[in-house]
Nanobody, 130 residues
Framework: QGQLVESGGGLVQAGGSLRLSCAASGRTFSNYAMGWFRQAPGKERELVAT?????????YYPDSIKGRFTISRDNAKNTVYLQMNSLKPEDTAVYTCAADPILHHLLVFTTDKDINVEVWGQGTLVTVSS
C-alpha cells in the first residue's frame, strides 16, 4: 500500500513563502503523476498543481495559482514539492498531495465524480495571515 506524507505547512504572513513536501513510499514513485490539492473551510476541494510522471516535464496550474506556485519532483528522494510564493490570505487551506499513474485522473478529479485518485496524503495546514 502506498503512502504519502506531507510536511512544511504552517503560519506565514501575506506576501511570504512556504515550501511543502510530500514524501512517497511503498510505490515506484516515478511511475506516478503527482498533484497538490487544497481545501479551505466551507469550500470545495480544488486542484492546485500537477506534475507528470517520470521526469516531470509537464506541469499544470489553474489560473488562480499560475505564476505564484511551482510544483517539482525529485524521484531520487521520492518527494514532490510545492513552492508557494506571494501567499495571500485566500491561500489558507489544508494542502494535500495525491498520486495516480494517470495524470488525467488528477486533472479531472474535482470535476468528474466518476474518477478516483489512487493515493492521498493526510494533508498539511497552511495559514496565511493578513
Amino acid at each position: 500500500q502506498g503512502q504519502l506524507v506531507e510536511s512544511g505547512g504552517g503560519l506565514v504572513q501575506a506576501g511570504g513563502s512556504l515550501r511543502l513536501s510530500c514524501a512517497a513510499s511503498g510505490r515506484t514513485f516515478s511511475n506516478y503523476a503527482m498533484g497538490w490539492f487544497r481545501q479551505a473551510p466551507g469550500k470545495e476541494r480544488e486542484l492546485v498543481a500537477t506534475i507528470s510522471r517520470g521526469g516531470g516535464g509537464s506541469q499544470y496550474y489553474p489560473d488562480s495559482i499560475k505564476g505564484r506556485f511551482t510544483i517539482s519532483r525529485d524521484n531520487a528522494k521520492n518527494t514532490v514539492y510545492l513552492q508557494m510564493n506571494s501567499l495571500k490570505p485566500e491561500d489558507t487551506a489544508v494542502y494535500t498531495c495525491a498520486a495516480d499513474p494517470i495524470l488525467h485522473h488528477l486533472l479531472v478529479f474535482t470535476t468528474d465524480k466518476d474518477i478516483n485518485v489512487e493515493v492521498w496524503g493526510q494533508g498539511t495546514l497552511v495559514t496565511v495571515s493578513s
